[in-house]
């Protein structure tokens, strides 16, 4: 039989759809949340798929992960604390687990089935699992913030998908009050914050809320995947009220000698230049960003 075709169609990028040659498909699930599935592409790895959304592939997963942990991480001293909301596939874990600074890693995923596909179709996402830190609660996000007590993370890391499902929650403005919350004075909050390309709209009305909330800093960063609608997709970095932030200057550098950096191996993507870079905004989008 012909290898077949996927493509993305989705209303999130209307009149368009990036297509991946399909080898073999090798899971379909419906979890309580949304539809699972697996599949190994010809040319980007084994690729998964929520809800008819390319998550992650392994062969790019690397430009979206590094750079949502780390652009937080790496713009504060010394993160003890932090907390990763969604991130199911566990490879924002991985890269927080980097840090030898930090003592405790929570992570607050709604789908179980997400945790347990990517355990048993991407090992080297998984990994991040692996780390004895690392404290997984399978609920929802909006909840758990709830019972948090004030102040107690240095960082807070929202690896969601997009605003239409399960993650809709996420990107309203009580969900931002909450995690401004749970963070300490000058604590960083790091969320994935769709496609300039794209959505214009929704981004718009993100830096609205956030400047509201965050009193700190609210800057937006963006990183580029192939196998994301646009080629790209953005983070907002906001930080609280306190010990200023310059998410711009990188004052943490990753210490590449730690035990846990050498068996999880070098980071493929993120490096301290780079960082300073994915701060620069093509005007039509600095414009609206910058001047909300
Ligand atoms: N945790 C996965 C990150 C989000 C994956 C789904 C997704 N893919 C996108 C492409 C362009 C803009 C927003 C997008 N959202």
Redesign the pocket.
């Known amino acids: 039989v012909l290898p077949g075709w996927f493509s993305e169609i989705s209303p999130?990028?209307p009149g368009e759809a990036h297509s991946l040659k399909v080898e073999k498909i090798l899971f379909q699930g419906k979890s309580d949340y949304q539809n699972v599935m697996v599949f190994q592409s010809s040319t980007y790895g084994k690729v998964l798929v929520?809800d008819g959304?390319?998550?992650?592939t392994e062969r790019d997963e690397c430009a979206?992960q590094e750079m949502i942990a780390h652009l937080p991480l790496c713009s504060i001293p010394n993160p003890k604390k932090v907390l990763v909301i969604?991130?199911g596939?566990g490879g924002v874990l991985r890269e927080v687990s980097r840090h030898s600074s930090v003592e405790q890693i929570d992570i607050c995923e709604i789908d179980k089935m997400v945790v347990e596909v990517s355990k048993q179709f991407f090992p080297d996402v998984a990994v991040g699992y692996e780390d004895p830190r690392v404290n997984l609660h399978i609920g929802d996000g909006v909840a758990f913030l709830k019972n948090v007590a004030a102040g107690t993370y240095d960082a807070v890391i929202v690896?969601?998908?997009?605003p239409i499902g399960p993650a809709q929650e996420l990107f309203e403005k009580p969900f931002f009050d909450s995690i401004a919350r749970a963070l300490r004075p000058g604590g960083v909050v790091s969320t994935?914050a769709?496609?300039i390309w794209?959505?214009m709209h929704i981004i718009e009305e993100i830096v609205a809320n956030c400047r509201q909330i965050f009193k700190g800093s609210v800057n937006y960063a963006w990183t580029t995947?192939p196998t994301?609608?646009?080629g790209?997709?953005g983070f907002m970095l906001c930080s609280t009220e306190g010990p200023a932030v310059d998410f711009k200057n990188p004052i943490n550098p990753i210490d590449a000698d730690a035990s846990h950096n050498k068996t999880l191996g070098p980071m493929k993507f993120y490096n301290s230049e780079l960082h300073k870079a994915s701060f620069c905004l093509p005007s039509f989008a600095k414009r609206v960003i910058e001047s909300k």
């Open positions: 999130l990028w929520l959304v390319i998550q992650l979206y969604g991130g596939d690896d969601s998908s997009d994935q769709e496609s794209l959505h995947v994301y609608p646009s790209m997709i």
